[in-house]
C-alpha cells in the first residue's frame, strides 16, 4: 500500500539545516499494523506527515496505492487525504467550538456525504466506540480517554484505508491508553492499515512490526508474531 | 454545509465575547453614521426630481457685470413670455416672485407673517408637479385676487381642507380668494411654498427687460437642449434689452457696453442641480452644497473602513486562537476554499448582527441628527426598496471587505506547523496589522484636525472686527407695519432706560433684511466707463451711531442739513472707485427717470469705515448711504444687564401702538449667526463623526491591545520575576502602538493641511491654519491612544506573575 523510497525531509533555520529524513525507505502493506519507534527528535513525527499527505518530501519516492504521490499540488493531497487517511493525535485535537457528535461529523461534510447518512453514520461510530451517550457535549466536558475515543471515531467515520496515529496514548494514563490500543487493534483486526508513532515498548508490541529510527535514518526491523 | 458554517461562527461569537462585542460594536456605530449619512446624501440628491418634467425644466440665470458683478437666479418679468413667444422649443414659463418674502395675513383678530409665500404664473401646475387637491389647475391663478394654498396652510387658518371659496386678507387689506388647495409641497424641494398668490396683480407689473426680479422657470420642448435655447439669448439681449439699456446708459452696441468692461448673460441651469450646484445668493430657499454631500460620504466610508480594519486585525491577531482549528480541519479533509467560505460566512454573520443593531441605533439618533443637519429625514425611508436592498446587501459587501483578508490569512495555515504548535502566529500578519492601525488613526487624525479647524474659523469669524457692533442690538421685525407711527414708536422707545440708541431702518448688515442694488455714475453723464454698481441703502440719522460703525472721513447725516435729502455716505469701497485721497464734496449720480434718462446727484458728505454686510465668504463691495425713510425694521441698542426688562418694555409699547400686529424680534448677533448656519452644521457634524471614529478605532484598538497581553502575558509573567517594574512593563506594551499613531500623525499632518485649505478658499476672510492645530488633534489621538492601550499593560503588569506561568 505504501512505498517510500530514499525518502529525505529537510528543514532550513537561519543558520542551521536540520536533516529530518534522510534517504529513508520502507514498505506497509495493506491490512498491517506498524509501530514506529525511535528516541525524541528523530523524526517521526516528520515522517507520518509526509505519509499522511500534510506535508511535502524534499526528495526521493511516496508511492500511495500505486500513484506517486510526491510534488502532488496541496489540493491533490488534500483530496486524496480526506477519502483514504485517519489521523489520531496525542493531542487529541478535537474543535472545542464543536460537540462530539459535530467533531465526527466533520469529514464526512467535506467528503460530502449527506445529512441523513452522515447522522447514521456518526452514531453507528460513536455506538462502538461507547460514547454515544456523550454526543452532545462538548471536548472540554470529557475525560481525556473519551476525548481520544472520540477523535478515533473521528478518524475512522469515513471508512479509511490507513490510520495514522502519532503518539495516541502520549497523554492518555495507562487504562485509557489500553482501551485506544484495543480499539486500534480492533479496526485493525477489521482490514485498516495502522502506522503508529509511539514511545512505548508496551504499545508498541500490539504491532505487526515495529521499525526503529535514528537521526532520520532506519536502523533496524522488527517482525513481532 | 452552510449550516455548519453558521454553528460554528455562532458558537465562536459566545466564546470570544470581548472580542465578538468590540467588533460588531464598532461595525454599528460605523453602519449606524453609514445609514445616516445615506439617509442625508440620498435626500439631497433627491431634490425637485418628485416633478415629472424634471429633466426639462431650467431656471433662467442672469449674469451682470456693471461695476460690480452679479449672479442673480433672476430674469425681468418679460423675459419669460417673450422667450416663449419667440421660440417655438419653448414650450412653457413660469415666473415666481417673491417680493420681499414674507406676507402678513389675518387670521381672526390678529395677523399671522408667512414666509412661504410667492407670486406664480398659473402654469406653475402644468409646468412643476404640484397636484392640487381641490380646485382647477388652469384656472386657479388667472384671476388677480386668487390664491392656491396648501393642506397645511388650509388646516392653520380654517382648521378645515374644505376651503374653497374662502378669502384670505393681508394687512394691506386685500382680499384674495382661495381657488385651489395643494398638497405640502415636499421638503426635497427648492421652493416650499405655502401660498400661491396670482402673478397677474398690478403691483408686479414692471414690464421692462432690465429690472431682475423674477425666477423664470422654462419647459422645454421634448428633444431640446438647454444649448439651443442658450444659443437664442444673444438674440434676445439684441432685440429686446439693448433698446432700454442704450437709453439708460447712454450707449450704442453691445460692442460699446461689452467694451467697457460690462457684461450681461444669460444661462439655464437645470432644476434638479438648483439645491446642490447654485451658489447664487438669492436663491428661494437656502440650498445645499455638492462639496458637503461629497465630504459627508467620505466620512461615512471611512468610518466603515475603519470599522472593517478593526476586524480584520483583530481576526488575525488572534488567529493563534483559530489556527489550531484550520489545520485540524485542513487534517480532515477541508480544502482551502472551503475554509474561506466559512470565516467569510462568519465576518458576514458579525456583519448582519451589526446591521440589526445599526437600525436601532439610527433609530434612536435620527432625531438628533435631524436637528443637527436641519433635515426631515425618516426612518421608513430606509425601507423603501432602494436603500433596504442596499442595507441588506451592505453586511455581505462588508463581510467581504472585512473577512476576506482573515480568511485569505487563516486558511493559510499549514496544518502540519500549527498542530505543533511551535509556529508564532501573532508575529505573523503583524506589518499588515500595522499599516493597517496607520490607516485608521490617520484618518481619524485628519477628521480631528478638520473639525478645528472648522471650529476656529467660526470662531474667527463670530469674533472678526466687522465693522460694526452686533452685540446688544435688538430688531424689531415688520416695523412698516406701523405707517406713519414708527418714528413714533422709535422715540418712545428710545425714551425708556436701559436704550442706548436706536434707529429706522429696512437695510442691515445681516441676512433677513433689505438689499439695494443700483447703477451711479460718478461723472454727470451715464457712461460705460463712469458707472459703477453700488449697494443703496436708506437709513436715518441715528442708524451709523447705533450699529457703531466708525466714519473715517466728513460727517453723519443731521437734521441740521437740510441738503442732506440728497447727500450720500459711501464706504471705503466705494469711496475707493474716486482713487485716492478726499471724496468728500464730490458727487455720484443716478438715473432717476428711465423714459428721460434724466440724472438726480448725490453729494458725498463722509465715509464709512469697511463693515461687512454680506457674508465672510464675500468680499466688500461699494455701498452708500442715503437719508430717507425705510421703516422695515428698527434697531435698538440696549446698555442694560437687564434685557428681558427692556423686552417687555418694547413689546408694551409695540401693542400700544400696533392693532393687533404680532411682535416679533431678534436679536443681531444671532440674526449674524444665521447667515453660517451651514458652516455651523458642519461643523457639528463633523466633530460628531470624527469622535466617532476615534472611538471605533480606538475599540480596535483596545482589542488589539488585548490579544497582544493576552500574547505576551507570559513573557511579562518571565520579566516581572526578574524584576521588571511595572511602570517599565507598560511603557513596554504600549510603545508599540504609539510609534504607529505617531506615524499615523505624520501621515495625517499633509493631507489634512491641505483639504483643509481647499476648505477655507471659500472664505475671503480666513484663519490661517496654525501648528497648534495640528499639536492639539496628535496630542487627542496620542492620549486616546494610551488610555486605551495602558488599560491592558497596567493589568497585564500588575498581575501575580506565578498565576501567569502557571496558566502556561
Ligand atoms: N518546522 C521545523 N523547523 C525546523 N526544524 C524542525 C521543524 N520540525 C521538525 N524539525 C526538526 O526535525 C527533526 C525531527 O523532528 P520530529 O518532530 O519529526 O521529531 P520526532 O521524532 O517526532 O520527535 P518527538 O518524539 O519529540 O515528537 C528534529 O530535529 C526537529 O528539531
Ligand atoms: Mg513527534
Not at chain 2, 55 to 66: L, Q, V
Not at chain 2, 97 to 117: A, M
Not at chain 2, 722 to 728: D, R
Request: hydrophobic share 45%; aromatic share 10%; with cysteine.
Amino acid at each position: 500500500m505504501i512505498t517510500i523510497d530514499n525518502l529525505e525531509k529537510f528543514y532550513r533555520t537561519e543558520e542551521v539545516q536540520t536533516v529530518a529524513l534522510n534517504k529513508l525507505s520502507f514498505q506497509v502493506k495493506e491490512g498491517e499494523f506498524v509501530a514506529i519507534m525511535g528516541p525524541s527528535g528523530c523524526g517521526k513525527s516528520t515522517l507520518l506527515n509526509i505519509l499522511g499527505l500534510l506535508d511535502d518530501p524534499d526528495g526521493g519516492s511516496f508511492v500511495f496505492n500505486g500513484t506517486e504521490v510526491s510534488g502532488f499540488n496541496e489540493r491533490k493531497r488534500a483530496n486524496l487525504r480526506k477519502h483514504n487517511i485517519g489521523f489520531v493525535f496525542q493531542s487529541f485535537n478535537l474543535i472545542d467550538e464543536l460537540t462530539v457528535f459535530e467533531n465526527v461529523e466533520l469529514p464526512l461534510i467535506y467528503t460530502g456525504v449527506k445529512t441523513a447518512d452522515r447522522k447514521t453514520r456518526v452514531h453507528e461510530v460513536l455506538e462502538k466506540m461507547g460514547i454515544m451517550h456523550r454526543r452532545n457535549h462538548f471536548p472540554q466536558q470529557l475525560s481525556g480517554g473519551q476525548q481520544q475515543r472520540v477523535a478515533v471515531a473521528r478518524a475512522v467515520v469515513n471508512n479509511p484505508k490507513l490510520i495514522l496515529a502519532d503518539e495516541p496514548t502520549g497523554n492518555l494514563d495507562s487504562s485509557n491508553g489500553n482501551e485506544v490500543m484495543d480499539l486500534l487493534t480492533e479496526l485493525n483486526e477489521a482490514g485498516t492499515t495502522i502506522i503508529m508513532v509511539t514511545h512505548s515498548e508496551h504499545d508498541a508490541k500490539y504491532s505487526h512490526r515495529i521499525i526503529r529510527m535514528l537521526d532520520g535514518e532506519k536502523v533496524t526491523e522488527n517482525v513481532l508474531v | 454545509m452552510i449550516k455548519n458554517y453558521i454553528k460554528t461562527a455562532w458558537r465562536n461569537l459566545l466564546k470570544n465575547k470581548v472580542y465578538s462585542i468590540l467588533n460588531i460594536l464598532g461595525l454599528a456605530i460605523s453602519l449606524a453614521c453609514f445609514i445616516l449619512i445615506a439617509l442625508y446624501v440620498v435626500d439631497e440628491l433627491s431634490y425637485d426630481r418628485f416633478h415629472e418634467k424634471a429633466e426639462r425644466i431650467y431656471r433662467i440665470n442672469s449674469d451682470i457685470t456693471m461695476g460690480e458683478s452679479q449672479s442673480l437666479p433672476f430674469t425681468s418679468d418679460m423675459m419669460g413670455p417673450t422667450m416663449k413667444q419667440d421660440y417655438p422649443q419653448v414650450e412653457e414659463f413660469v415666473r415666481i416672485y417673491t417680493s420681499n418674502g414674507s406676507k402678513l395675513l389675518r387670521k381672526g383678530n390678529e395677523f399671522i407673517q408667512e414666509n412661504r409665500v410667492a407670486h406664480a404664473d398659473s402654469t406653475i401646475f402644468e409646468v412643476f408637479t404640484l397636484p392640487l387637491i381641490a380646485g382647477d389647475p388652469d384656472t386657479a391663478l388667472k384671476d388677480p385676487r386668487s390664491v392656491v394654498i396648501s393642506e397645511s396652510a388650509a388646516q392653520k387658518y380654517f382648521s378645515s381642507v374644505d376651503v374653497l371659496g374662502e378669502t384670505l386678507e393681508t394687512i394691506q387689506g386685500t382680499e384674495y380668494k382661495i381657488t385651489g388647495l395643494m398638497q405640502d409641497i415636499p421638503s426635497n424641494s427648492h421652493f416650499r411654498f405655502d401660498f400661491l398668490f396670482s402673478m397677474d396683480n398690478d403691483i408686479y407689473r414692471f414690464g421692462n427687460h432690465i429690472s431682475h426680479n423674477f425666477h423664470t422657470y422654462l419647459l422645454l420642448r421634448e428633444g431640446t437642449t438647454a444649448q439651443e435655447i442658450e444659443a437664442k439669448f444673444n438674440d434676445y439681449m439684441d432685440r429686446y434689452v439693448m433698446p432700454v439699456a442704450k437709453q439708460v446708459l447712454n450707449i450704442n452696441s453691445r460692442k460699446e457696453f461689452e467694451d467697457a468692461g460690462n457684461k450681461l448673460e444669460y444661462s439655464l441651469f437645470p432644476i434638479t442641480r438648483i439645491h446642490l450646484y447654485s451658489d447664487r445668493v438669492m436663491e428661494i430657499r437656502p440650498g445645499g452644497d455638492i462639496q458637503y454631500v461629497y465630504i459627508f460620504s467620505a466620512v461615512a466610508l471611512f468610518i466603515l473602513l475603519i470599522a472593517c480594519i478593526n476586524f480584520m486585525n483583530l481576526s488575525t491577531a488572534r488567529s493563534a486562537g483559530r489556527a489550531r482549528e484550520v489545520g485540524i480541519r485542513k487534517v480532515l479533509g477541508s480544502a482551502r476554499k472551503q475554509l474561506i467560505q466559512q470565516f467569510l460566512s462568519e465576518a458576514m454573520l458579525m456583519a448582519a448582527l451589526a446591521m440589526f443593531l445599526a437600525v436601532g441605533i439610527t433609530y434612536l439618533s435620527l432625531p438628533a441628527f435631524n436637528e443637527i443637519a436641519a433635515k426631515t429625514l425618516s426612518i421608513q425611508r430606509i425601507f423603501q426598496p432602494d436603500i433596504l436592498v442596499f442595507l441588506l446587501v451592505l453586511p455581505f459587501l462588508v463581510g467581504l471587505l472585512a473577512g476576506s483578508y482573515p480568511a485569505l490569512f487563516l486558511s493559510g495555515f499549514k496544518p502540519v506547523q500549527v498542530l505543533k504548535g511551535n509556529l508564532n502566529l501573532g508575529a505573523k500578519g503583524g506589518t499588515f496589522r500595522n499599516v493597517l492601525v496607520v490607516f485608521q488613526f490617520a484618518t481619524s487624525i485628519i477628521l480631528i484636525i478638520g473639525t478645528i479647524v472648522v471650529y476656529q474659523q467660526l470662531d474667527y469669524i463670530q469674533n472678526k472686527n466687522l465693522g460694526f457692533n452686533k452685540e446688544q442690538v435688538i430688531v424689531v421685525n415688520e416695523t412698516h407695519v406701523l405707517g406713519q407711527q414708527a418714528p413714533t414708536f422709535k422715540n418712545e422707545v428710545l425714551e425708556m432706560t436701559g436704550i442706548k440708541n436706536g434707529t429706522l431702518s429696512g437695510y442691515l448688515p445681516v441676512s433677513g433684511s433689505s438689499r439695494s442694488d443700483n447703477t451711479f455714475s460718478k461723472e454727470a453723464v451715464m457712461s460705460t466707463e463712469s458707472s459703477f454698481g453700488m449697494q443703496q441703502w436708506i437709513i436715518d440719522e441715528d442708524y451709523i451711531p447705533t450699529m457703531g460703525m466708525e466714519l473715517v472721513q466728513g460727517r453723519n447725516f443731521s437734521k441740521k442739513f437740510s441738503t442732506d435729502s440728497t447727500a450720500v455716505i459711501l464706504n471705503e469701497s466705494a469711496a475707493k472707485i474716486f482713487g485716492p485721497g478726499d471724496v468728500v464734496g464730490k458727487k455720484i449720480y443716478r438715473v432717476s427717470n428711465f423714459e428721460t434718462g434724466e440724472l438726480t446727484s448725490y453729494e458725498i458728505i463722509g465715509v464709512v469705515k469697511n463693515f461687512h454686510f454680506e457674508t465672510l465668504r464675500q468680499n466688500i463691495g461699494p455701498l452708500g448711504f442715503m437719508l430717507g425713510n425705510s421703516t422695515g425694521l428698527a434697531s435698538f441698542k440696549v446698555n442694560a444687564a437687564n434685557i428681558s426688562q427692556v423686552l417687555i418694555g418694547i413689546e408694551q409699547k409695540w401693542e400700544s401702538m400696533s392693532t393687533g400686529m404680532p411682535f416679533s424680534y431678534r436679536f443681531m448677533d444671532e440674526a449674524f449667526d444665521e447667515m453660517y448656519r451651514t458652516e455651523q452644521r458642519l461643523g457639528k457634524i463633523a466633530l460628531i463623526f470624527s469622535l466617532l471614529a476615534i472611538l471605533v478605532a480606538c475599540l480596535g484598538l483596545f482589542g488589539l491591545s488585548t490579544f497582544i497581553a493576552e500574547k505576551r502575558i507570559k513573557e511579562i509573567g518571565i520579566r516581572k520575576i526578574l524584576g521588571a517594574s511595572v511602570n517599565g512593563l507598560v511603557q513596554m506594551l504600549s510603545k508599540d502602538f504609539l510609534k504607529l499613531v505617531i506615524i499615523a500623525f505624520v501621515v495625517a499632518t499633509p493631507l489634512a493641511w491641505y483639504a483643509m485649505n481647499q476648505w477655507l478658499q471659500d472664505f475671503v476672510y480666513r484663519i490661517e491654519i496654525s501648528w497648534l492645530y495640528f499639536a492639539a488633534a496628535g496630542f487627542l489621538a496620542l492620549s486616546i491612544a494610551l488610555a486605551t492601550v495602558s488599560y491592558h499593560a497596567v493589568k497585564a503588569a500588575m498581575m501575580n506573575p506565578a498565576k501567569n506561568l502557571r496558566s502556561e
